[in-house]
C-alpha cells in the first residue's frame, strides 16, 4: 500500500490534501509504479501514470469548439440567475411554518 504522502507550507503545517484518490486507485497506482521501477529501475511518480493515462484519454476525445461551449454556458448561467438557490424557480416562503 502507498505510504501517506504530507506536504508542508513555509510555516512546517501540514497541506491540506489537493485531491481525494479511492483506495483502490490508489493500489492501481503503486502497482503500476512498481512495475515502471522494476523494468528500467528508474523512479516512476504515481502523478506522471495519472497524467499519462489522462492524455492517453484525451487523445481520443473529439476536439472542443472552445467559443461555442462559452456561449452555451454563458446562456445556461443566464438563464439560471432568475431561479432561487434550489433551481426549481419558485420563491422561497421565510418565516415559521403554518400549523393546522
Same mark, same amino acid.
Not at 489537493?18 to 521501477?37: C, D, E, G, M, T
Given at each position: ?13 501540514? +497541506? &491540506? ?5 479511492? &483506495?483502490?486507485? $490508489? ?5 503500476? $509504479? !512498481? ?10 511518480? @504515481?502523478?506522471?501514470?495519472?497524467i499519462e493515462l489522462?492524455?492517453?484519454? $484525451? !487523445? ?8 461555442? +461551449?462559452?456561449?452555451? +454556458?454563458? $446562456? @445556461? @448561467?443566464?438563464?439560471?440567475? #432568475? ?5 426549481? #424557480? ?5 418565516? &415559521?411554518?403554518? @400549523?393546522?
Amino acid at each position: 500500500m502507498p505510504r501517506p504522502r504530507v506536504r508542508y507550507d513555509d510555516k512546517g503545517e501540514p +497541506l &491540506p490534501c489537493k485531491l481525494f484518490v479511492p &483506495p483502490h486507485l $490508489a493500489k492501481f497506482l503503486y502497482r503500476q $509504479a !512498481a512495475k515502471a521501477r522494476k523494468g528500467d529501475g528508474l523512479k516512476v511518480e @504515481e502523478t506522471d501514470i495519472v497524467i499519462e493515462l489522462i492524455e492517453k484519454w $484525451a !487523445a481520443g476525445q473529439p476536439p472542443v469548439d472552445w467559443p461555442a +461551449l462559452l456561449t452555451e +454556458l454563458q $446562456a @445556461e @448561467e443566464s438563464k439560471d440567475s #432568475g431561479t432561487n438557490v434550489r433551481g426549481s #424557480g419558485k420563491k422561497i416562503k421565510k418565516g &415559521p411554518p403554518k @400549523e393546522g
